[in-house]
Structures are given as structure tokens and as C-alpha cells.
């Protein structure tokens, strides 16, 4: 028995030796001294996409918007502001009754304070922004003032805004959502 199996674990030894070496030889196998294939200049690398876990999920949650029981369609900013109303949203849905304030925009209060970054601008309908910090406006009119700027609602004409916001008080719901 030993006869046999001497020279059969040689012969498996032999074959896997030139196994390993015949991918170097012929410069098919492109496999290095190491085992590993060498990373060659004029071939593709997969792009990695650096995305942290938070930026992952920013990007996923949206906040959506209804004027009394209408949906409309927000682009939001991307700054501070925006991302704190986010966070406020996380635990449902935010109602804020508004009022009339004007001829020209809904304001109601949030509840509590969020980053300002306010700038001198000229308003118009469809414009949301938020007013001392706590309060939102969304414009059916125009005016110029010193406001930090949430997002515009798209879609909708100076007119459909004015039916929207321009009888009498309204509410909003602002919520998170993917």
C-alpha cells in the first residue's frame, strides 16, 4: 500500500506545481507571484461611490407637502434649514395651521426654532421659506424680505397658487417619507 501511495501523492504534488506555473508562463493567466492578479494600466476599474450611511438615507427621505388635502410638489433647498425641518419630520408628520397675512402669503408657526441663513429676496408664488427662525410662508403673492428659503412649489401657476392659499386660512402637513 505504501507502494502506491508514495508515488500517487507525488504525482498529485507534480500536477498542481504546474498548474500554478503555466498561468505565469503564458502570460494568460495574469496571475502574480502572489496569487493575485496584477492590476493592469489600460483596464477598467469599478468606480466605488462614497456614500456615508446618513448621506444614503438623506437621499432616500423626501419631505412631502399637502395644502389642506391637496399634494404638491416641493423642490426643496439643500441646506441646514431643510435638513433640520427633516429631522423634525421623523417622528410624523408636522401640522402647521396657517394664516392669511397681506394678500400675498400663508404664514404659520412650526413649534420651535430651525438654522437660519436668511437673505434679502424677492418672493414669488410657490416660494416657502421660513420667517424669524420658527415660522413658515409659503407665498401665493410676492414681497421683499429677508428670508431663509425651504423650497418652491412647482407646478402650479400665480393663479392655482392664489386658489390654493388665497381664501381664508389653511393648514399644511409636512412629512418624511422615501
Known amino acids: 500500500m ?3 501511495l508514495m508515488p500517487l501523492c507525488l504525482a498529485v504534488c507534480l500536477i498542481l506545481a504546474g498548474c500554478g506555473a503555466a498561468g505565469t508562463e503564458s502570460g494568460g493567466g495574469n496571475v502574480s507571484p502572489s496569487g493575485t492578479s496584477p492590476v493592469l494600466e489600460n483596464e477598467e476599474k469599478p468606480q466605488l461611490q462614497d456614500h456615508t450611511e446618513e448621506s444614503i438615507e438623506d437621499e ?3 419631505l412631502r407637502m399637502k395644502i389642506g388635502d391637496i399634494p404638491v410638489d416641493v423642490d ?3 441646506n441646514e434649514s431643510v435638513k433640520a425641518l427633516k ?3 421623523q417622528d410624523g408628520p408636522l401640522t402647521i395651521r396657517m394664516s392669511m397675512y397681506g394678500g400675498f402669503e400663508q404664514v404659520g408657526s ?3 426654532s430651525l438654522p437660519e441663513d436668511d437673505i434679502q429676496m424677492t418672493t414669488q408664488a410657490g416660494d416657502i421659506v421660513l420667517y ?7 407665498f401665493y403673492g410676492s414681497n421683499s424680505w429677508a428670508y431663509t428659503k425651504l423650497g418652491h412649489i412647482s407646478g ?3 393663479r392655482e397658487m392664489a386658489e390654493l392659499l388665497g381664501d381664508g386660512a389653511v393648514t399644511i402637513l409636512i412629512s418624511a417619507g422615501q
Open 2 to 4: 505504501k507502494k502506491i
Open 60 to 62: 432616500e427621505m423626501m
Open 76 to 78: 426643496w433647498e439643500d
Open 87 to 89: 429631522d423634525l419630520c
Open 110 to 112: 412650526i413649534g420651535q
Open 132 to 138: 424669524a427662525g420658527n415660522q413658515i410662508v409659503v
Open 156 to 158: 402650479k401657476t400665480a
